[in-house]
T-cell receptor, first 114, second 114 residues
Framework: GEQVEQRPPHLSVREGDSAVITCTYT??????FFWYKQEPGASLQLLMK?????EINEGQGFTVLLNKKDKRLSLNLTAAHPGDSAAYFC?????????????FGKGTLLTVTP | DPKIIQKPKYLVAVTGSEKILICEQY?????MYWYRQSAKKPLEFMFS???????DNQTASSRFQPQSSKKNHLDLQITALKPDDSATYFC?????????????FGHGTKLSVL
């Protein structure tokens, strides 16, 4: 089945710096890709849902890149601020294109220091 | 104001006992799910229900039994608890059929089995 590897497990950056989190997946037919943010004590919040047809996806303060050739998904926080400190999870849907049976990465704990 | 309510937030149980994890969603969704996050493992899909019917089951053990008494409820009964069942259990919901279908997660129930 699908396997997702997420790196790094921990990331510490200074305010204003960029932060990049990367996931690689194994199923070349994977269809939907997700980034979730989880603040301490809170539930997972969807940052972005990416379709397999879109390589560059702009959000507020971040960019999600999908490289299907290399089977790599990345989240780039362009100018991190302390409010971005949280755990981030990537997830990939199965090749059937379901929106619910996601394979998650292990997560990245991001700390942004002032 | 959480729209997916999981109870309790923390749960301690002894080996061999039985517990029920409660989940109610007030998003009007027709599909509900359970995911599990064990220590050092990524979030794993367990079950999906749609219109109170089991759609998908990725849990090998019959000790885990979802129960849906109402459309917006999906409880998880776990019998003969083992220390390996210690994890945070996340309930989620979605509205199938929408082009922008996405999972909404609860805050989780952290289960510790002694």
């Amino acid at each position: 089945g699908e396997q997702v590897e997420q790196r790094p497990p921990h990331l510490s950056v200074r305010e204003g710096d960029s932060a990049v989190i990367t996931c690689t997946y194994t199923d070349p037919n994977s269809y939907y890709f997700f980034w979730y943010k989880q603040e301490p004590g809170a539930s997972l919040q969807l940052l972005m849902k990416v379709f397999s047809s879109t390589e560059i996806n702009e959000g507020q303060g971040f960019t999600v890149l999908l490289n299907k050739k290399d089977k790599r998904l990345s989240l780039n926080l362009t100018a991190a601020h302390p409010g971005d400190s949280a755990a981030y999870f990537c997830a990939v849907s199965d090749s059937g294109g379901s929106n619910y049976k996601l394979t998650f990465g292990k997560g990245t704990l991001l700390t942004v220091t002032p | 104001d959480p729209k997916i309510i999981q109870k309790p937030k923390y749960l301690v149980a002894v080996t061999g006992s039985e517990k029920i994890l409660i989940c109610e969603q007030y998003l009007g969704h027709n599909a509900m799910y359970w995911y599990r996050q064990s220590a050092k493992k990524p979030l794993e899909f367990m079950f999906s229900y749609s219109y109170q019917k089991l759609m998908d089951n990725q849990t090998a053990s019959s000790r885990f039994q979802p129960q849906s008494s109402k459309k917006n409820h999906l409880d998880l009964q776990i019998t003969a608890l083992k220390p390996d069942d210690s994890a945070t259990y996340f309930c989620a919901s979605s509205q199938p059929g929408q082009g922008n279908e996405r999972l909404f997660f609860g805050h989780g129930t952290k289960l510790s089995v002694l």
